[in-house]
């Protein structure tokens, strides 16, 4: 499957953005998908994941109650609405997928297929 993540940009502090994924290629609907973030010269980070029906969300602490994860399986297509930005927030975001039945879903080294990033910046 070959994913494209889009929605990116410069905003203020407290500001919103959803991000876009693009799914092409294999069923869709039989990956978990997720969200990951990384800042040059530090590790990727967990940010949020879905299961293959939409049906489970995991959120990591930092961005519980105002990141909100969601796809839509008829349109392959994941989205990640990102509410009161703050400037730790600041990142390549890149989505991944994995088959639903491998590992764990925040887990960055169970995904299999990664899109190129889109850059999220969030000024003081």
């Known amino acids: 499957v070959q994913l494209q993540a889009s929605g990116g940009g410069l905003v203020q502090a407290g500001a919103s953005l959803r991000l876009s994924c693009a799914a092409s290629?294999?069923?869709?609907?039989?990956?978990?998908m997720g969200w990951f973030r990384q800042v040059p010269g530090k590790e990727r980070q967990f940010v949020a994941a879905?299961?293959?029906?939409?049906?489970?969300?995991y959120y990591a602490d930092s961005v519980k109650g105002r990141f909100t994860i969601s796809r839509d399986n008829a349109k392959n297509s994941l989205y990640l609405q990102m509410n009161s930005l703050k400037p730790d927030d600041t990142a390549v975001y890149s989505c991944?997928?994995?088959?639903?039945?491998?590992?764990?879903?925040?887990?960055?080294?169970?995904?299999?297929?990664w899109g190129q990033g889109t850059l999220v910046t969030v000024s003081s």
């Open positions: 991944a997928a994995k088959r639903d039945y491998i590992g764990s879903p925040t887990a960055k080294q169970d995904y299999t297929y």
């Open positions: 879905i299961n293959w029906s939409g049906g489970a969300t």
């Open positions: 290629g294999r069923a869709f609907s039989s990956y978990d």
